[in-house]
């Protein structure tokens, strides 16, 4: 069993920054691959970076390839999300999760989701 719980969400300007952090618990952190979803208002969740540590470089969608990075405290057991250049269609839910195996970019691949966290991106 693994929980996940997100934090550091917020409102920013356009432009801005913000890092979201996603602490795990349960399971040995580096044994599974973990994800950053979001979900904006009347659309579907969508995956922002996906990875497995031990098998490879992390997958970045395509609108936030270069402005977005995916990191770990093993120690901690939390990832981390740095959002740079923060644009108002970034607005959205940002969810954790975790799942055994490779890395997946499809939503019903993860067995593990944290609660959220609310990015909310102002022009």
């Known amino acids: 069993q693994v929980q996940l719980v997100e934090s550091g969400g917020g409102l920013v300007q356009a432009g801005d920054s913000l890092r979201l952090s996603c602490a795990a618990s349960?399971?040995?952190?580096?044994?599974?691959?973990m994800a950053w979803f979001r979900q904006a208002p009347g659309k579907e969740r969508e995956v922002v970076v996906a990875?497995?540590?031990?098998?490879?470089?992390?997958y970045y969608a395509g609108s936030v390839k270069g402005r977005f990075t995916i990191s770990r405290d093993n120690a901690k057991n939390t990832m981390y999300l740095q959002m740079n250049s923060l644009k108002p269609e970034d607005t959205a839910v940002y969810y954790c999760?975790?799942?055994?195996?490779?890395?997946?970019?499809?939503?019903?691949?993860?067995?593990?989701w944290g609660q959220g966290t609310q990015v909310t991106v102002s022009s």
């Open positions: 999760a975790a799942r055994y195996g490779g890395r997946r970019i499809d939503t019903s691949s993860y067995d593990y």
């Open positions: 990875v497995n540590w031990l098998d490879g470089s992390p």
């Open positions: 349960g399971r040995a952190f580096s044994t599974y691959a």
